[in-house]
Structure formats: C-alpha cells, structure tokens
C-alpha cells in the first residue's frame, strides 16, 4: 500500500545583503505552512521568522516579496526506502 502526504509549501523570493561583505543579492527561502503557523503561535510574522532566519547566516534582508503557494504530495514508503539505502 502506498500513503501520501500533502506538504504546504510558501516560497519567498527575498532580497539580502551579506553583512560580511556588503554584496546585495536576491535569493529565495521555502517555508512549510506549519513552520509559519508555529511562528503565528509565538507571537512572529511570517517576515519577522525569515529575518530571524537570514539574521542567523549573517544576512540582512532588505525586502520580502509575496509568497507562491504549492502544496506537494509526498510518497512516504519511497522516502523511506531512499533514506534507508546505505
């Protein structure tokens, strides 16, 4: 029997500066619609994670664009199988 699961996906396309650096530059983070929830459960916007997370790398994020929704189904038997393969 196969069983899937449905992830939530929000892609954010981001703007960063390289506090290191200075060098400006787009980039792009993938969040699950859980994380952000869980975010909204402690008090944080879904800007104030991304920053929080870009922040941690040593980057200063200077604009967030607009979230692209997908949501994907996932074969958790062929996960499985592949992270079991030695």
């Known amino acids: 029997m196969t069983t899937y699961q449905n ?3 929000r892609r954010f396309t981001v703007q960063i500066r390289d506090e290191r650096t200075g060098e400006v530059r787009q980039d792009a ?5 859980e994380q952000l929830q869980a975010a909204q459960l402690c008090g944080q916007s879904s800007k ?5 997370l870009y922040n941690r790398e040593g980057y200063f994020v200077l604009d ?3 979230a692209e929704k997908r949501t994907i189904p ?3 038997e062929g996960v499985f199988n592949e992270v079991m393969v030695d």
Do not use: T
């Open 64 to 66: 967030i664009g607009k």
């Open 29 to 33: 983070i993938v969040l699950s619609k």
């Open 7 to 9: 992830i939530h996906l």
């Open 48 to 52: 104030e994670l991304i920053c929080r």
């Open 74 to 76: 996932l074969d958790l």
